[in-house]
């Protein structure tokens, strides 16, 4: 719906990257059961036990919150996974709701020291495999998108 930043040379550029950098991207994905249509839908990276979030929509705005469904989804999978830290970028107002999970602003130099940390330790499992194990908090959306793709 819409123009988006994520162009072809971006997901190039991540998908093709050098096998030794720990770097790994994840897109999750909501999809309402009733429509098939896409309702939300998050973009990340994680280094270590240093998760990153650099971009998020939500397409379906109802009663629902599926941006917020996603988000709890993703911060179980996440916590699962060993995930330290889960960076969000520059508080926005919407993300007030969160404070009362844990979420807070961090100085940019403890930002930095979690960001070094996370970096040396190493997650207890991949966001991805725990998805296809069946221990993410919503079911997979079936067939091949199972990886990274769940349904509202």
């Given at each position: 719906k819409g123009g988006t930043w994520i162009s072809?040379?971006?997901?190039?550029?991540?998908?093709?990257r050098d096998p030794a950098n720990r770097v790994k991207v994840y897109a999750f994905e909501l999809w309402d059961k009733a429509t098939g249509?896409?309702?939300a839908a998050s973009f990340g990276l994680a280094i270590g036990s240093f998760f990153h979030d650099f971009s998020m929509c939500c397409l379906v705005k109802d009663r629902?919150?599926?941006g917020a469904i996603l988000s709890k989804a993703i911060g179980g999978l996440l916590t699962e996974?060993?995930?330290?830290d889960w960076y969000w970028?520059?508080?926005m107002e919407y993300m007030k709701e969160?404070?009362?999970?844990?979420?807070?602003e961090v100085p940019r130099a403890e930002y930095y020291e979690r960001l070094r940390r996370g970096i040396r330790q190493e997650l207890r499992s991949d966001p991805e495999a725990a998805v296809r194990a069946g221990r993410a908090l919503i079911e997979p959306r079936g067939g091949a998108l199972a990886t990274t793709t769940v349904a509202l």
């Open positions: 072809e040379g971006f997901i190039e550029v991540r998908i093709h249509e896409l309702a629902r919150s599926a996974c060993g995930v330290m970028g520059s508080r969160y404070e009362a999970h844990g979420a807070h």
